[in-house]
């Protein structure tokens, strides 16, 4: 009788245990991002900013205040956020990314989409918002 009870016991805390693990191993079910849909006027939209040091500089603090959270420091799509996103995101070195106009990537990052917020409210100055599009040209 005692032994019964201790292997129901036994039974559940490893049920509890394998739950548990389970929660935390699951990968997340992340789905890949579609292909963006950009509007014409965006796609050929000039980047009036010359990438100086200072700009640079100014692009990579803002970055480091409003993006990195989800996109990781290097850019690579891993910051402590990410994996809670519904979407997948994609890493600022891939040259897919990169063969993208300014304008596109200034779509992406200020417009955004779904789980992508959009900064234009965050980021009100076009210098700041070029400054990071610069900047994420440097993460290649
Ligand atoms: C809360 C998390 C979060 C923050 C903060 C965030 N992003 Fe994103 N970003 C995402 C997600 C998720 C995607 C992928 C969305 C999709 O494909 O639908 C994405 C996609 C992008 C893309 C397109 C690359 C791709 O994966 O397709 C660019 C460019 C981008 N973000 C720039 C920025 C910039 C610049 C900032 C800061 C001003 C920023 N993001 C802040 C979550 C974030």
Request: with cysteine; proline share 5%; charged share 25%.
């Amino acid at each position: 009788m005692k032994r019964g009870l201790i292997n129901l016991l036994g039974g559940i805390g490893m049920m509890a245990i394998a739950i548990v693990l389970f929660a935390f191993v699951a990968p997340q079910d992340q789905k890949l991002g579609a292909a963006w849909k950009i509007p014409a006027e965006y796609k050929t939209m000039k980047n009036p900013q010359k990438a100086t040091p200072d700009l640079l500089n100014v692009g990579k603090m803002a970055y480091a205040k409003s993006c990195k959270s989800c996109h990781g420091g290097a850019g690579l799509g891993d910051g402590p956020k990410a994996s809670s996103m519904k979407t997948k995101i994609n890493s600022f070195k891939d040259a897919k990314f990169q063969a993208q106009t300014d304008g596109e990537i200034y779509f992406q990052s200020f417009i955004g989409r779904d789980d992508m917020p959009n900064f234009e409210k965050k980021i009100p100055e076009l210098e700041d918002r070029w400054a990071i599009v610069n900047y994420i040209r440097t993460l290649k």
